[in-house]
């Protein structure tokens, strides 16, 4: 999976690149935020400012990344889009993740 | 009758096309985007239904998706040759007892997956499912919401 990283403080912050987040592409999207875990990143933040399109396989894959950081680490969400965003209300995982219009704006919350 | 018929190789990689297809036909036949959206989001989740559970993720069988435009619906079928759909599930999609509601107390406790049919029976006007000579048919319909006249 593609992702541009970077860190603002302790904020691990992972841009996804690609557009569609579907069961395609659940399994590699989980592994790779779960190996961010594994290497120690605690806080972070996925930027969800160029994906278009996610199913419940996209949403799965989030949710088992969530769990992965056990209940002390936090896995937020920044820059949904309308139709990513609506998913989220629908099956009220807005409830979950804590969402931000972008990185900077999470990373100053989560600090 | 107006419509088209679409057919795919059951590899997960080929949801995708059919998925974008159909929003842009939904959004040429003047649904508004939010509806096309939904409509996408329907068609990836049945497709992805029938490769993972219908063909246990095996390529090299074939799943279709029959689009048939009607003046007052959108009716979507999606089919595969797989394993039957298990019958709790198939109680629970007539009886329409598959609800979105959880818990959020405790992110352990989050299910990863189970929604995708839940999903289509909140967003669809009408969702029903078949057995017949071993094929699965799952009929979606969609009430239609035209934003501007054919």
Not at chain 1, 75 to 81: D, E, K, V, Y
Not at chain 1, 82 to 102: D, I
Not at chain 2, 51 to 70: D, F
Not at chain 2, 139 to 146: L, Q, T
């Amino acid at each position: 999976m593609r992702f541009e990283e970077r860190t603002i403080g302790k904020v691990f912050i992972a841009k996804v690149l690609v557009s569609r987040i579907t069961a395609e592409v659940a399994p590699a999207l989980k592994a790779d935020i779960v190996e961010f875990v594994t290497q120690g990143h605690r806080t972070l933040v996925l930027d969800l400012s160029e994906v278009t399109f996610i199913d419940s396989s996209g949403l799965g894959a989030l949710i088992g990344s969530l769990k992965s950081l056990g209940d002390d680490g936090e896995l937020a969400l920044s820059g949904a889009r309308e139709m990513v965003a609506s998913m989220f209300k629908l099956t009220r995982m807005n409830e979950v993740f804590r969402m931000y219009k972008n990185p900077e704006e999470a990373a100053v919350a989560l600090a | 009758m107006k419509g088209v018929h679409f057919a795919i190789d059951s590899e997960l990689s080929n949801v995708s096309l059919i998925a974008v297809a159909v929003n842009r036909i939904c959004l040429h036949l003047g649904l508004d985007g939010t509806s096309a959206g939904e409509l996408e989001l329907c068609i990836s989740e049945a497709a992805t239904n029938s490769i993972r559970h219908s063909y246990h993720g095996e390529p090299g069988h074939r799943v279709t998706i029959e689009l048939t435009v009607q003046p007052d619906q959108l009716r979507i079928e999606v089919s595969d040759n797989g394993t039957p759909m298990p019958a709790d599930q198939v109680r629970q999609l007539q009886d329409g007892k598959l609800s979105l509601e959880f818990q959020v107390d405790d992110r352990s406790l989050l299910a990863e997956g189970g929604r995708g049919l839940r999903i289509i029976r909140r967003l669809m006007d009408e969702v029903s499912y078949s057995r017949a000579d071993n094929s699965n048919r799952l009929i979606m319909i969609k009430h239609r919401v035209i934003s501007h006249s054919e």
